[in-house]
């Protein structure tokens, strides 16, 4: 009998017995369970990775120094974790709501706003008071049993409502952000996206919770969208039944084309993914859901498995079934991050951040987490693989040319960790001209750094969205959020991603601290204009 049955029959078993309906009955055994496990994984919490409860519709911001290029109209964001109500006691940097903040920026002047995303799980938890729905850093050791325990008992007294995906889900939409088929979409890997709507003055809400199709399994937070033909490549994983690897295409129109398993033989974390002109490329690695290891190391349920090899997999834009996958193998590694993937001389490249190994139950950083520019060489004709490392910098968050997805691309970006700070803060961003010859070693050919301030991921913003009014693939802008501890102040700093000057074009002070978080997104001044409503089918 497996331990879902068995929770599922413990659960009902003290439902039946003590008759508890109270939620604050639940509250206290969930906080009962948690006792002894306070301050694990705190550090997500500290400094600039607290949250902010305060939500900003529309502030004017000043531009402190510097002037915003006349060039960009629309609006800059970053989508992270930011819990709306404390956590009892254990909390993972990956479990809080989801929160955006928003710059819009047009004729030299930006204005500030800042929502929670309005996800089911929000409200429900609003309506109760406290937190209600188990979190992945409560999954833990013996405890984690309970804590499953408790969940299937929360769900049987409609404590909990539209857990399943195939109702109303239970997602946070804290991860990333995309604009596909006229509408702004949140993401995150456990669940189906929210749509937002952007007003032309920079004010973000929530529309509602989005159906695809007959999509029945959770949706990326790292789609890739063909510039080309204007399809959203998307994947879904789980790791606690099959199909654990699911893959779709979504029209320019956002309706569903295909979906279909991907055969693997063990569930794994598949955060990214890579398109080209002619394959879907999919990364299978040994971080995989061990329940076991859980209680018998005292862990979260998903570790990483050294002994274990990684694959690389490559599937036919034109394939109409998962079995048509072609799998490349090579030594264990670990990728949470891919900049790009094309095609050369008949041989797949990919660039991607590459660490020996991953920890999710690390109180700090180590080197082994180091994750660095990697180039992956695939030959379908050979039937071979190879990477090497491209750079020693140390850093994550990879960025391209948006337009340059699945195509040929010589310059990328990523965020250069602090290898020094237990938490891995952002110190600044750095250059790397992909076609650098293996001779040299280092690709890597210009770095921003602050002194003090830490941020986060930057997005890079073509000057034009025409590529004949540009000066080369790399001529446009570098946004990111900085904050300062000093002044406990955070500002958007514009720089110039072609000579990678460490003088920002500008920069703009924002009203309120923002917290360190996940993926950043520009969204145009057209786009904003563009947006559809309602669209896809919607659950409020």
Known sequence: MSARVIAYVAG????????????????????????????KR?????????????????????????????????????????????????????????????????????????????????????????????????QEGVRGVFVAM???????????????????????????????????????????????????????????????????????????????????????????RQPYLTYGVLSPNGSLLKSFPIPVAFPSMFHDFAITEHYAVFMHMPLVFDPKAMIEH?????????????????????ARSGDEVVWYELPSFYVFHIANAWEEAGKVKMVACQAERVDLNAMKFNEDMASRM????????????????ISSVVGDFPLVHPAMYGKPT????????????????????????????????????????????????AFFVPRSQDPAQCNGEDDGFLLVYVYEAQ???????????QTMDSTPLAVVKLPQRVPHGFHTYWMSGEQIRQQQLPGMALQH
């Open 374 to 389: 990697t180039e992956y060489i695939i030959d379908p004709a050979k039937g071979t693989a190879q990477l090497r490392r």
């Open 42 to 138: 705190r550090n997500a919490l500290a400094g600039n990775y607290g949250p902010v409860r305060r939500e900003v519709f529309s502030a004017e911001c000043e531009v402190v120094a510097g002037e915003l290029p006349a060039e960009l109209d629309g609006v800059y964001m970053r989508n992270g974790s930011n819990p709306f109500y404390d956590p009892y006691a254990s909390y993972h940097w990956f479990e809080g709501d989801g929160m955006v903040h928003a710059t819009r920026i047009k004729d030299g002047v930006a204005s500030f706003c800042n929502r929670f995303v309005d996800t089911h799980k929000l409200r429900e938890e609003k309506r109760a008071g406290f937190p209600i729905y188990a979190k992945f850093g409560d």
């Open 150 to 240: 408790l969940e299937l008992l929360k769900q049987r007294v409609g404590i909990i409502r539209g857990q399943p995906l195939t109702q109303q889900g239970s997602g946070t939409a804290n991860t990333s952000l995309v604009y596909h088929a006229g509408r702004l979409l949140a993401l995150h890997e456990g669940d189906l996206p929210y749509q937002l709507k952007m007003l032309c003055e920079g004010v973000l809400s929530t529309v509602g919770r989005v159906s695809v199709g007959d999509w029945q399994v959770p949706f990326t937070a790292h789609p890739k969208l063909d510039t080309t033909t204007g399809n959203l490549h998307i994947i879904g994983y789980q790791i606690d």
């Open 298 to 318: 005292n862990t979260l349920p998903v570790i990483f498995k050294p002994e274990m090899p990684s694959r690389i997999g490559l599937l036919p834009l034109t």
């Open 410 to 457: 010589r310059y990328a970006y990523t965020a250069i960790t602090d290898t020094k700070d237990d938490a891995a803060q952002v110190k600044g961003i750095a250059k790397f001209d992909l076609a650098t010859p293996p001779s040299q070693k280092e690709a890597a050919i210009a770095t921003i750094e602050w002194d003090s301030a830490r941020g986060g991921e």
């Open 12 to 39: 009902g078993a003290v439902c039946f017995v003590l008759g508890i309906r109270s939620r604050r009955v639940v509250n206290g055994l969930q906080v009962l369970i948690a006792k002894g496990r306070k301050n």
């Open 487 to 497: 002044a406990d102040a955070s500002f958007l700093h514009v720089y110039n991603a």
